[in-house]
């Protein structure tokens, strides 16, 4: 109830934008689950190139809030969901950041993997894990900020 609540009081960009990061978000979530994580970035990195944004762009900091609120409302999204989905509409708002996936093998706790975005040297999502250093980064992806 207190979630509904404070989104009827958003203005009606946030709404739409937040409503955005939810259809981003989902479809991240479902291309992951069933095309894999090379083909979404591949045609993440194609529809950067074919779409040109007009008009004012969001700040970094209320597209990061927007990706975080949606991730919220949809709790099955994993970390690289929300990480595919931050970074490509940070880029696609002219944002620069990077996607870091890294791996652990603990004894005790065994083969873990996470992803998180750095933005500005910082963690813009999925710090749970990645700032306290226990995962080695194994790849990372860029996209040309549009």
Do not use: N
């Not at 978000?25 to 689950?33: E, H, M, N, R, T």
């Not at 791996?103 to 894990?129: M, N, P, S």
Request: net charge positive; aromatic share 6%; with cysteine.
């Amino acid at each position: 109830m207190r979630r509904a609540r404070r989104f009827f009081e958003l203005s009606l960009a946030d709404k739409a934008m937040l409503a955005g990061c939810l259809w981003h978000l989902a479809s991240a979530f479902v291309g992951l689950k069933t095309r894999g994580y090379h083909r979404v970035s591949r045609d993440l990195t194609a529809r950067l190139r074919r779409r040109a944004m007009h008009g004012e762009q969001p700040s970094a900091a209320k597209i990061i809030w927007a990706v975080r609120a949606a991730a919220r409302a949809l709790p099955r999204t994993r970390c690289l969901a929300q990480a595919v989905t931050l970074h490509y509409l940070l880029a696609r708002s002219g944002h620069a950041s990077i996607i870091r996936i890294g791996i652990t093998g603990d004894q005790a706790l065994g083969f873990e993997a996470h992803a998180w975005v750095v933005r500005d040297g910082r963690i813009a999502i999925g710090e749970a894990g990645a700032a306290d250093g226990r995962f080695r980064t194994m790849t990372e992806l860029q996209l040309a900020p549009r």
